[in-house]
């Protein structure tokens, strides 16, 4: 069962298209901690990058925060962030869970900017994305977990959407309080 009073800093990472925002705003609600998405501070309008030195200034902001559920990958900042984390959840799915997740989230919000997205940033069809988790696993997976090597706190590895699932309800159990079931991860 999950131990809600203890997590105070929750790094949620894994392959995009895993589910990691959607659990983010459900763990927020359920326990009642702001959620960080990285994508809305990153991105700048037009999907521009912002300067090195402004984005670090801005996440080392965030890390100061008291209480937080953060998601995103940003690989070159998952070491730096695992210092200030109580608690990791990592998305460890397969790839055709997560490729096929992206489609249609691509299908439905298309043109929309999406809640977890920064404002200006639309929902587009991005063939180099779609390489990118096609190379999650081989590529960029050993990057998440390097930079998990000194974390010292709880982590939880989610290998199928039901494990996420079943954790909110460990969640929603120890609260006593009712699961949103909007979004299911």
Same mark, same amino acid.
């Given at each position: 069962m999950p131990e809600s009073a203890s997590m105070r800093r929750v790094l949620i990472l894994g392959c995009s298209g895993a589910g990691k925002s959607t659990l983010a705003r459900r763990m927020g609600k359920l326990i009642g901690l702001p959620v960080i998405h990285l994508d809305q501070?990153? *991105?700048q309008p037009? *999907?521009?990058e912002p300067k090195k030195t402004e984005w670090h200034a801005a996440l080392a902001k965030a890390l100061e925060g008291e209480t *937080?559920?953060?998601d995103g990958n940003f690989t070159?900042?998952?070491a730096k962030r695992a210092e200030f984390a109580d608690t990791v959840i990592f998305f460890d799915f397969p790839t055709w869970i997560c490729v096929g997740r992206v489609l249609k989230r691509v299908w439905t919000t298309l043109g929309t900017v999406r809640a977890d997205m920064a404002p200006?940033?639309?929902e587009r069809f991005n063939w180099e994305f779609i390489q990118y988790i096609l190379r999650f696993r081989k590529k960029y997976r050993p990057k998440v977990t390097g930079g998990l090597e000194k974390f010292t706190g709880e982590l939880i590895v989610f290998k199928r959407p039901r494990d996420a699932?079943?954790?909110l309800r460990g969640l929603e159990d120890a609260r006593g309080g009712e699961l949103d079931t909007a979004g299911a991860a």
């Open positions: 501070m990153y *991105w037009g *999907w521009v *937080w559920i953060m070159s900042t998952i200006g940033c639309p699932e079943r954790y």
